[in-house]
């Protein structure tokens, strides 16, 4: 009797259908006596509002169909408040808690499987999708539909600044509160890279709040070198480019070089993750920077003749299908011809290419023409380089290499400038 009560308690918090050799393994009893328990659990509840269903290889629990009409009817009503089991109570606790979290995050702590009820918390709208962790698979990441999250007030924030006024449905004190804040604002005149680096402190203080990686934002000195790169991998007479950032994040990256760059320009930026399109396209509408943003995953999005493509690769550990390649390979397609990738990747990123699959299909009509390998100290998890490649097929084409001390080191960094200078002389002479 004892482990049928267990059984059948494990089935009502499961949220899901339970594989019946795992209740057999669990409880070191044999497969015909767990199925002689579900099928005397069955015989007992067949009359009651919970029935047990056994198909195949798997157990659950199921409304009994006499009820059908009723919970229909219970269930359509507007007005009712929504109520939750136990199960899914204490799923939405974890998320409240560790969000932003995965699915599997979730039932590593629970226990068990939750697909149902993530199915049914965003059915009512008690959770939603923020985003992808990513690592391998990209799975998504949840959170809590009812709280307002450090980036919401930001975004808020700077509508508010933006349009004037207090946008927001508050009382009237916290409004005069909020106005006696902003006044000030008006008269001072920021500078865009002022207004930039402040919203990057914020976003840096909201990824710390919220336990995301700090790598969703790119330091601002990688941004002026990548910028110093573009300015000198530019033909003179050209005074109008794009610049795609596959990979946005806040927009950091970009705005850095949309701030340094001395050309006209037409920015592009796509990311999966909601919240930092939005804050990218606050950023943007702060500075006055116009840049269209696409909330998509980066391998479907498909533009094309884009003279510049820039991206802070994430760190991603996968041996099956190493996402830097599968999306530098998709980012050639959107170049121009003779155009420019300039991206931040791991320093082990050519370890992963043992067959030189990726370097083959690469060189099919691209080269790559320089790596710049970053100072120690810029990340403490993960030592990083840019690589700069070119949509042209180059033939004995001697490609720069150096490696970056630490920029506040005036002296050494110069002395590497002037290697990538001579070697810019060397490149547009043979381009010529």
Same mark, same amino acid.
């Given at each position: 009797?004892?482990?049928? /009560?267990?059984?059948?308690?494990?089935?009502?918090?499961?949220?899901?259908?339970?594989?019946?050799?795992?209740?057999?393994?669990?409880?070191?009893?044999? &497969?015909?006596?767990?199925?002689?328990?579900?099928?005397?659990?069955?015989?007992?509840?067949?009359?009651?509002?919970?029935?047990?269903?056994?198909?195949?290889?798997?157990?659950?629990?199921?409304?009994?169909?006499?009820?059908?009409?009723?919970?229909n009817d219970f269930f359509q009503q507007e007005s009712k408040p929504k109520k939750l089991s136990g199960a899914a109570l204490e799923t939405?606790?974890?998320? #409240?808690?560790?969000?932003?979290?995965?699915?599997?995050?979730?039932?590593?702590?629970?226990?068990?499987?939750?697909?149902?009820?993530?199915?049914?918390?965003?059915?009512?709208?008690?959770?939603?999708?923020?985003?992808?962790?990513?690592?391998?698979?990209?799975?998504?990441?949840?959170?809590?539909?009812?709280?307002?999250?450090?980036?919401?007030?930001?975004?808020?924030?700077?509508?508010?600044?933006?349009?004037?006024?207090?946008?927001?449905?508050?009382?009237?004190?916290?409004?005069?509160?909020?106005?006696?804040?902003?006044?000030?604002?008006?008269?001072?005149?920021?500078?865009?890279?002022?207004?930039?680096?402040?919203?990057? #402190?914020?976003?840096?203080?909201?990824?710390?709040?919220?336990?995301?990686?700090?790598?969703?934002?790119?330091?601002?000195?990688?941004?002026?070198?990548?910028?110093?790169?573009?300015?000198?991998?530019?033909?003179?007479?050209?005074?109008?480019?794009?610049?795609?950032?596959?990979?946005?994040?806040?927009?950091?990256?970009?705005?850095?070089? #949309?701030?340094?760059?001395?050309?006209?320009?037409? &920015?592009?930026?796509?990311?999966?993750?909601?919240?930092?399109?939005?804050?990218?396209?606050?950023? #943007?509408?702060?500075?006055?920077?116009?840049?269209?943003?696409?909330?998509?995953?980066?391998?479907?999005?498909?533009?094309?003749?884009?003279?510049?493509?820039?991206?802070?690769?994430?760190?991603? /550990?996968?041996?099956?299908?190493?996402?830097?390649?599968?999306?530098?390979?998709?980012?050639?397609?959107?170049?121009?011809?003779?155009?420019?990738?300039?991206?931040?990747?791991? /320093?082990?990123?050519?370890?992963?290419?043992?067959?030189?699959?990726?370097?083959?299909?690469?060189?099919?009509?691209?080269?790559?023409?320089?790596?710049?390998?970053?100072?120690?100290g810029f990340f403490q998890n993960k030592p990083k380089s840019i690589i700069v490649i070119q949509k042209k097929v180059w033939e004995n084409?001697?490609?720069?290499?150096?490696?970056?001390?630490?920029?506040?080191?005036?002296?050494?960094?110069?002395?590497?400038?002037?290697?990538?200078?001579?070697?810019?002389?060397?490149?547009?002479?043979?381009?010529?």
């Amino acid at each position: 009797m004892e482990i049928k /009560n267990k059984i059948e308690a494990i089935l009502l918090l499961g949220g899901d259908e339970v594989k019946i050799k795992e209740l057999s393994k669990f409880f070191s009893i044999p &497969l015909d006596e767990v199925l002689k328990i579900l099928e005397e659990l069955k015989e007992e509840r067949r009359e009651s509002g919970i029935n047990i269903e056994i198909d195949g290889e798997v157990v659950s629990l199921a409304t009994n169909p006499i009820y059908g009409e009723v919970i229909n009817d219970f269930f359509q009503q507007e007005s009712k408040p929504k109520k939750l089991s136990g199960a899914a109570l204490e799923t939405l606790s974890i998320i #409240a808690y560790r969000q932003p979290v995965t699915k599997g995050e979730i039932e590593a702590i629970r226990g068990v499987s939750v697909d149902r009820i993530i199915q049914n918390l965003e059915e009512k709208k008690f959770i939603r999708v923020c985003g992808k962790r990513e690592t391998i698979g990209r799975p998504n990441l949840y959170e809590v539909t009812n709280k307002k999250q450090y980036f919401d007030l930001i975004l808020l924030t700077t509508k508010n600044i933006l349009a004037g006024e207090v946008l927001n449905d508050l009382e009237t004190e916290q409004v005069e509160k909020l106005n006696e804040i902003y006044k000030p604002l008006i008269d001072i005149d920021f500078s865009v890279e002022d207004i930039r680096k402040a919203m990057q #402190a914020q976003v840096l203080k909201g990824i710390k709040e919220m336990n995301l990686e700090n790598g969703l934002v790119t330091p601002d000195s990688i941004g002026i070198f990548i910028t110093y790169l573009i300015s000198r991998l530019n033909p003179k007479d050209k005074k109008e480019v794009s610049i795609l950032d596959p990979l946005m994040g806040s927009g950091n990256l970009i705005m850095t070089i #949309a701030n340094h760059l001395n050309l006209s320009l037409k &920015l592009y930026g796509c990311d999966h993750n909601e919240w930092f399109t939005k804050l990218a396209k606050a950023l #943007a509408d702060l500075i006055s920077e116009p840049i269209d943003i696409y909330l998509q995953d980066t391998l479907n999005l498909n533009l094309c003749q884009m003279d510049y493509i820039v991206f802070d690769m994430p760190n991603i /550990n996968s041996e099956e299908n190493y996402f830097p390649y599968e999306a530098i390979l998709h980012y050639v397609k959107m170049l121009s011809d003779g155009g420019f990738i300039i991206g931040v990747v791991g /320093n082990d990123f050519f370890d992963h290419d043992r067959n030189q699959n990726f370097k083959k299909e690469l060189m099919k009509d691209s080269t790559i023409i320089g790596i710049a390998e970053l100072p120690d100290g810029f990340f403490q998890n993960k030592p990083k380089s840019i690589i700069v490649i070119q949509k042209k097929v180059w033939e004995n084409k001697e490609c720069f290499m150096v490696k970056l001390p630490n920029f506040t080191d005036v002296n050494a960094f110069n002395q590497e400038l002037v290697k990538l200078e001579s070697w810019f002389d060397k490149f547009f002479k043979k381009e010529s």
